[in-house]
């Protein structure tokens, strides 16, 4: 019963989430902007959290990012960043850089800076792809539903089928059975959405890679909470824990889908 409870919880509140989700990002613009650069100081927020650092050096960071995604608000602007998208981007990295080295320095602590390289990275990678001329809502929909697809497809299957662990001493539940239904509902999700939207042939077949990167990124934050020594990033989201707990595998997949278009192989 505790178990059906805490699949409920989850699935509620998992609809919540993507509802509010993809209703920003239908409207796109600032409306998506404003929820991936909340998203970025949450996550930059629950990263200083568990390098259990002082309230200075946590607001030192916050208002690091937070300056950061102010400064890519240019990308909310369609018709600039469909004339200069490669300089914009290029821009945005150096200074995310250039501030990840400055905060690590002033604050001894090169977590901090690798924290906001964590936190703006994808964040920027998703506006990115939301405001590509024409294709924008349908690449940003692909990369996040490519994640939500890995993640309920390694859930059902890890729990159906069981078997042999992948990294058992950093994620004890994830088993390859688990990564298999992930990338089989990656490549199902991803080619539906695709095809419907008329995107490039190779996001037909994309999704299966994709969620392995996914799975990494799971794999990733699994070890940053065990150097820690917490179970969960946080608590701001019911059944799911916290902001760093579900936008894991966002992390690796939007910039690898946004560095593919940009360069043209996507």
Same mark, same amino acid.
């Given at each position: 019963m505790a178990l059906t409870r805490e699949l409920r919880l989850r699935i509620v509140s998992g609809i919540v989430m993507m509802a509010v989700a993809l209703t920003a990002l239908w409207f796109g613009g600032a409306a998506f902007w404003a929820l991936a650069s909340l998203l970025a100081?949450?996550?930059?927020v629950e990263w200083a959290t568990m390098a259990q650092v002082s309230r200075w050096q946590l607001l030192l960071?916050?208002?690091a990012v937070a300056a950061l995604m102010l400064s890519s608000l240019s990308f909310a602007d369609p018709i600039k960043l469909a004339t200069i998208a490669d300089r914009l981007i290029a821009q945005t990295f150096d200074l995310t850089g250039l501030a990840a080295i400055l905060v690590a320095v002033v604050s001894f602590r090169a977590r901090l800076g690798a924290g906001i390289l964590y936190?703006?990275?994808?964040?920027?990678?998703?506006?990115?792809?939301?405001?590509?001329?024409?294709q924008g809502f349908a690449l940003a929909l692909w990369t996040l539903v490519i994640v939500w =697809?890995?993640?309920? !497809? #390694?859930?059902? &299957?890890?729990?159906?089928?069981?078997?042999?662990?992948?990294?058992?001493?950093?994620?004890?539940?994830?088993?390859?059975?688990?990564?298999?239904?992930?990338?089989?509902? =990656?490549?199902?999700? !991803? #080619?539906?959405? &695709?095809?419907a939207s008329g995107l490039a042939a190779p996001f037909l077949i994309a999704g299966a890679p994709l969620a392995v990167a996914a799975q990494v990124g799971d794999f990733f934050e699994s070890w940053l909470k065990r150097r820690s020594g917490v179970k969960d990033s946080g608590t701001l989201l019911p059944g799911h824990g916290?902001?760093?707990d579900r936008l894991d595998g966002v992390v690796p997949v939007a910039l690898l889908v946004a560095a593919g278009v940009a360069g043209g192989i996507l």
């Open positions: 100081v949450l996550m930059m960071s916050v208002l936190a703006v990275f994808p964040a920027v990678a998703l506006i990115y792809l939301r405001e590509q001329p024409g =697809a890995t993640d309920i !497809g #390694a859930y059902f &299957a890890g729990r159906a089928i069981g078997g042999p662990k992948i990294a058992p001493s950093i994620s004890p539940s994830k088993t390859w059975a688990g990564l298999a239904g992930g990338m089989v509902g =990656a490549l199902v999700c !991803g #080619a539906a959405i &695709a095809s916290g902001i760093l």
